[in-house]
């Protein structure tokens, strides 16, 4: 389950950072730029907080 949380997160980072190279690059208009990394955005912190918020105690009983 967490990796599948790690896929994901990283997909919607590089949602969030890939539109604004397309947009310099003239293959996408900024209005869809800016739908595209409100959606990345909101996955990466939907998705994120849930395998890096762990503590050093937690991080201890896996090893």
């Given at each position: 389950?967490?990796?599948?949380?790690?896929?994901?997160?990283?997909?919607?980072?590089?949602?969030t950072?890939?539109?604004?190279?397309?947009?310099?690059?003239g293959?996408?208009e900024?209005s869809?730029?800016k739908?595209?990394?409100?959606i990345g955005?909101?996955?990466?912190?939907?998705?994120?907080?849930?395998?890096?918020?762990?503590t050093e105690?937690n991080?201890?009983?896996v090893?």
């Open positions: 389950m967490k990796s599948v949380l790690k896929i994901i997160s990283f997909t919607a980072l590089v949602l950072l890939a539109p604004s190279f397309l947009v310099f690059w293959y996408i900024p869809l730029s739908i595209l990394m409100l955005t909101i996955v990466w912190f939907g998705t994120a907080s849930f395998w890096m918020n762990k105690e991080e201890e009983e090893i």
